[in-house]
């Protein structure tokens, strides 16, 4: 096979799914990672793809993923993180769950627990929690985004004000080099924000994919989140951040 076919191969396989890992795309070819490397750096060179850590990926600063394909992207990651942060959730706990398939995936994760107090923007999260008879499940007011059901506007921010919850479980679309929470609608970064602010213990969940994402709308840092939870090593750059400001990493 040519370095071409390949390089066309692998745009195809960015294209169906999203976001590729570099060891995804060595088992796949069956050549080295350099190898690898080299053709997502040319490819990112022409503007084809988007370079993550770790791998590639096919995306806008604008808009993001379609929700369908967010869901199944990194699916196995994201089970993993959520099997891991739930266990530092208690029975009886009251949290804030944002928008998102990460906290979907955390919210499925929290099904066996007990006595829980709910407050979210997110009616895919709610009709997760919503099923257990001990739970109880309040949803934020707001405008309904049919995309992906994320409740979002001034109106749902003013309501997460209401609230002082144990925990902020939040999920996000990218992390920069410098720690900066990256997002593409600015409602649903002001409401995050919110929750950050009202909440004890604020639990960041993201999958290797989003670092190095690129998303126009800034939320806040890294260094805000008391617990960071991802299935990779970050770059060096946000390790020292999350030293600097006692970030509790959990690598699962």
Do not use: C, W
């Not at 208690?90 to 107090?117: M, V, W």
Request: aromatic letters at 6%; zero cysteines.
């Amino acid at each position: 096979m040519t370095q071409q076919q390949r390089q066309a191969l692998i745009l195809e396989m960015i294209k169906k799914s999203g976001f590729v890992s570099i060891d995804e795309l060595v088992e796949h070819f069956k050549v080295t990672p350099q190898t690898v490397r080299r053709d997502l750096n040319q490819l990112a060179k022409v503007q084809k793809i988007s370079r993550h850590h770790g791998g590639a990926g096919i995306e806008s600063s604008t808009v993001n993923t379609d929700y369908q394909t967010r869901k199944i992207m990194d699916l196995q990651a994201k089970e993993k993180i959520a099997a891991e942060l739930v266990q530092m959730i208690p029975n009886g706990a009251s949290l804030f769950i944002n928008i998102g398939t990460t906290t979907e995936t955390i919210a499925r994760a929290l099904l066996d627990h007990k006595g829980l107090q709910i407050v979210t923007n997110n009616l895919n999260v709610a009709s997760i929690l919503g099923a257990k008879e001990d739970f109880s499940v309040v949803i934020a007011g707001g405008e309904v985004r049919h995309r992906d059901g994320g409740v979002i506007g001034e109106t749902t921010e003013d309501f997460i004000k209401n609230f002082r919850m144990d925990f902020g479980i939040i999920g996000i679309s990218g992390i920069d080099i410098e720690g900066s929470l990256l997002d593409f609608d600015y409602r649903e970064v002001r409401v995050a924000q919110a929750i950050i602010a009202n909440s004890r213990q604020v639990i960041l969940a993201a999958d290797h994919s989003k670092f190095g994402r690129n998303a126009m709308v800034r939320l806040g840092n890294i260094n805000q989140a008391d617990h960071f939870f991802t299935d990779a090593l970050p770059p060096e750059e946000i390790q020292k951040i999350l030293l600097d400001y006692k970030v509790t990493l959990h690598l699962v």
